[in-house]
Nanobody, 125 residues
Framework: QVKLVESGGGSVQPGGSLRLSCAASGFPLDYYAIGWFRQAPGKEREEISCISSSDGKTYYRDSVTGRFTISRDNAKNTVYLQMNSLKPEDTAVYYC??????????????????WGQGTQVTVSS
């Protein structure tokens, strides 16, 4: 079973930064496209970024473009999400996932990896 574990969340003030990590167990992370998703209270889970496995191309939702950067460290088998210029509307639980395909984007309903507990990001003054 494909399992991913998120970490790195926390509480920051507006304008602050956080770096989230997504670690894989049991398979090489660069074998699949990996997406970052978030779910705010009362809202559906949405994909916000993705990195493909085949060519490393990246995808970003409009609301995070220019502020978030996704990257992959194959040696550490980890995908990162660097989040800068955070806004209160970025507050959510963040998850990573894959549909075990190789390209982006990945709609949340197509994710086949087990959803982890996620990591909470709170942006508030």
């Amino acid at each position: 079973q494909v399992k991913l574990v998120e970490s790195g969340g926390g509480s920051v003030q507006p304008g602050g930064s956080l770096r989230l990590s997504c670690a894989a167990s049991g398979f090489p992370l660069d074998y699949y496209a990996i997406g970052w998703f978030r779910q705010a209270p009362g809202k559906e889970r949405e994909e916000i970024s993705c990195i493909s496995s085949s060519d490393g191309k990246t995808y970003y939702r409009d609301s995070v473009t220019g502020r978030f950067t996704i990257s992959r460290d194959n040696a550490k088998n980890t995908v990162y999400l660097q989040m800068n210029s955070l806004k209160p509307e970025d507050t959510a639980v963040y998850y990573c996932g894959t549909d075990q395909g190789r390209s982006c984007p990945i709609p949340a309903f197509r994710v086949t990896s087990s959803w982890g507990q996620g990591t909470q990001v709170t942006v508030s003054s």
